[in-house]
């Protein structure tokens, strides 16, 4: 009989980890994180205003007036994700053009294709803007679990509500 260890004990679960609470994944943590892409994406332009909201257009922005100081447009790239670490449903937003380039080529890969078909890795190093850098690695094509399908169905995303600046987990 294996003997339970003190946090099993505690919490009466084994294994029990503290639930993430973010439904965004926008910055990727030291090491790596493995996703898979549940959604197609959607893309445009997004700055921070002077509140430090996201203001986001399908469309390269012409006039802005009340951008964040210090602040810039992005071109971005958002879909649902199944976070494998958090074990959740989440909201990726990529900005990375170091990233993009390498999922793009994937997408573009006869063998690779459509990127809902496997889990990928990023893995990040570094910790500052200057020396941050990021891999990409494709895992083996597998079918989705059917726990991460019911989580989907469960969780409905609306991510055109993006641009509305609205909760894409609201959905009515």
Not at 31 to 55: C, H, M, Q
Not at 120 to 139: A, C, F, L, Q, V
Request: hydrophobic content about 35%; aromatic content about 12%.
């Amino acid at each position: 009989m294996t003997k339970q260890t003190n946090q099993d004990e505690f919490f009466g679960v084994e294994g029990y980890k503290i639930p993430a609470t973010n439904d965004y994944l926008n910055k990727f943590p030291q090491g790596e994180t493995t996703f898979r892409i549940l959604s197609n994406a959607v893309v445009g332009y997004e700055y921070f205003n002077n509140d430090n909201k996201p203001i986001r257009s399908k469309v390269q922005f012409e006039n802005i007036t009340d951008m964040k100081e210090g602040g810039s447009v992005k071109h971005f790239w958002s879909f649902v994700v199944w976070n494998y670490k958090d074990e959740r449903i989440q909201i990726m937003e990529v900005t990375q053009k170091s990233i993009m380039t390498a999922m793009k080529a994937l997408i573009d890969n006869k063998s690779w294709g459509n990127p809902r078909e496997y889990d990928i890795s990023i893995t990040r190093k570094g910790t500052t803007m200057n020396d941050t850098e990021y891999s990409i690695m494709p895992n083996p094509k597998t079918e989705l679990s059917e726990v991460i399908k019911a989580v989907q169905l469960a969780r409905p995303v609306n991510l055109e509500a993006l641009f509305a600046g609205e909760d894409p987990f609201k959905v009515a």
